[in-house]
């Protein structure tokens, strides 16, 4: 989860992300882009940013649904 401190749509996504985890567990790293000056100038307008396994999947918010076939597809391979 790429994202910043007080952006509530970040933190809609990591309530999303939180949801999709209780069902279906992964790993959830949350990344802020103001400790990075080149991931804030490619993310601010973005924010949140939802990847899987490097696999950018999400801006703004999150499709639950899809993102839990997607982990279960990986766990799968």
Known sequence: LYG????HLCEEAREALLRVHSRTPFTLVEV?????????????????????????????????????????YLEGR
Do not use: W
């Not at 940013?49 to 999400?58: M, P, Q, R, S, Y």
């Open 32 to 72: 802020n882009i103001e400790t990075d000056d080149a991931l804030h100038k490619r993310y601010l307008e973005r924010i949140p940013v939802i990847e899987l396994d490097g696999e950018h999947l999400f801006d703004f918010e999150v499709d639950e649904s899809a993102l839990e076939q997607r982990i279960v």
């Open 4 to 7: 910043r401190p007080g952006c």
